[in-house]
């Protein structure tokens, strides 16, 4: 995937004067041995620089790895540690930072060698809070040697979207459209985040359209969007202006990332786009996700956000999907119940127009946009991809700013069924357990809007480490059966 960081962890050591050095040394060692074994050496560097002991030894550890290329930080307590410089060492390094400690080895060292890394980790979160220093703790963070490698294993896509987000810009163009209030929100999370954004005119990027007329990449375009179509490819007439779109958002981008190193659009699709550009932007904003450059639609600027994140923790292609209808009790009865163990309830139909990568729908077809075809002349609604969504795991998410700027987020792990949608645009039939109580007391009763990002796997619980890590006030989630939430009436 293109546009996401490479992730690099640095392990530092720490020791308290009080407990043997030696301890922090050897369980360092072996905690790399075994995370190397495992995983490789790829995204992991032990900092030989020193055992941190004083705030003067932090800062050369913070020294090595800069020089070493590390964007991430793990703080190994290897005995009790040094709760003002272990939390020091955390502060001042720039980038996401974890915390984990080793377990006491065996009953026959619990003498000389008993570390105390249990009691330790306790120091080091209360000084943590103290400075006011974020840092991801795993649920049980004190373990031994693969245990521990195994928590910074899981560390990595948490650090990739963190790290993704502090060099990200959005890009928007326009603002939304009429009677789509839904999907506004104010921008100040965005720079709380330390996310940039360009917010431009649909006139710029009608002229800047309008100035990739005859460029010479257009039939090269033109051939890999044939090669990916295949037999889909039912409005061959329209590519060459999707390829000059595709080609005018790609040049923006680069002419306008400036210092950040990724970036993620926010477009307008409707409605005067169609009758003024000649088409629908859908499939290349699919094309363009595909590659890990989310591209959201209606200028949902938190959801392409949302994408971002996504795609950052899963490396794959993710989607914007709308909330959008009910499975008929009808295709419940005939091609769910019985089959799958999901209520009715339990069960929706995600849906957008078409701007879900090819690689995810199961026969990905070039066609009009039906619903903006109800309204215009049919050619200028060319360049849809649609399908019904390949079926298997997801991950259903969103962060948002509310209206009053609180920075709230969602996350469920359900999947798409193998059950034919009937129906048009880029849909699937989705099943979450107790959807139907999420639907009311997470999605109506939080505020946010009818578009859901969506992750093609099941990723809660690194999404749900990145909110947390972002600071989100409130975490949805589906609830368990019996298991209320706090508007939910209980009579």
């Not at 190994?76 to 272990?86: A, C, D, V």
Request: glycine share 8%; with cysteine.
């Amino acid at each position: 995937m293109l546009n996401i960081p490479e992730i690099k962890i640095g392990v530092v050591a720490v020791s308290r004067d009080c407990f043997p050095e030696s301890l922090s040394v050897n369980r360092r060692k072996a905690l790399i041995d075994a995370y190397t074994s495992k995983y490789g050496a790829k995204d992991i560097y032990e900092c030989p620089v020193c055992i941190v002991e004083s705030e003067i030894q932090a800062m050369q550890a913070i020294a090595d790895l800069k020089t070493a290329g590390c964007n991430a930080l793990c703080v190994y307590l290897g005995n009790f540690g040094p709760e003002i410089s272990e939390t020091m060492l955390a502060q001042k390094f720039d980038g996401p930072v974890m915390f984990c400690a080793a377990a006491e080895e065996a009953s026959d060292k619990l003498v000389g060698d008993r570390g105390d890394a249990f009691c330790g980790m306790l120091n080091a979160s209360y000084n943590l809070k103290l400075r006011g220093v974020k840092a991801y703790i795993p649920e049980y963070p004190v373990g031994d040697a693969e245990d521990c490698a195994d928590m910074i294993h899981g560390f990595v896509p948490i650090a990739r979207a963190i790290c993704g987000l502090k060099e990200l810009k959005i890009i928007s163009f326009g603002p939304r459209p009429k009677n789509f209030m839904a999907c506004n929100a104010p921008i100040k999370q965005l720079f709380n985040l330390g996310v940039e954004i360009e917010e431009n005119s649909e006139l710029d990027l009608f002229e800047a359209f309008h100035k990739h007329a005859g460029d010479a990449r257009i039939p090269a375009v033109v051939a890999d969007m044939e090669k990916e179509l295949g037999a889909g490819n039912k409005k061959p007439e329209i590519l060459s202006k999707l390829a000059q779109y595709e080609l005018t958002l790609l040049d923006w981008v680069e002419e306008h990332r400036e210092s950040r190193k990724y970036v993620a659009i926010a477009g307008k699709c409707w409605p005067a786009f169609q009758t003024q550009f000649g088409f629908v932007p859908c499939y290349v904003n699919s094309r363009l996700t595909g590659r890990g450059i989310p591209v959201s639609c209606e200028v949902d600027i938190y959801g392409t956000l949302s994408e971002y994140i996504g795609a950052c923790v899963s490396e794959d292609a993710v989607t914007l999907l709308d909330v959008n209808n009910t499975v008929p009790k009808d295709m419940y009865k005939n091609d769910i119940a019985g089959k799958f163990d999901y209520k009715l309830t339990d069960t929706f139909m995600g849906f957008h127009c078409g701007n879900t990568c090819s690689a995810k729908l199961c026969v990905p077809t070039m066609k009009n946009q039906m619903i903006m075809a109800r309204a215009l002349p049919e050619e200028v609604t060319n360049g849809t991809l649609e399908g019904d969504i390949v079926p298997g795991d997801i991950t259903f998410f969103r962060l948002q700013s509310t209206a009053d700027g609180h920075l709230y987020a969602y996350a469920a792990e359900g999947e798409v069924l193998p059950v034919a949608t009937k129906s048009f645009g880029g849909i699937g039939v989705f099943a979450i357990k107790e959807m139907g109580r999420f639907y009311r007391h997470v999605l109506i009763e939080g505020g946010f809007p009818h578009h859901g990002a969506v992750a093609f796997g099941h990723f809660g619980r690194p999404i749900f480490e990145v909110f947390k890590y972002l600071g989100a006030e409130k975490i949805g989630y589906n609830q368990p059966a019996g298991v209320p939430y706090a508007t939910e009436n209980p009579f």
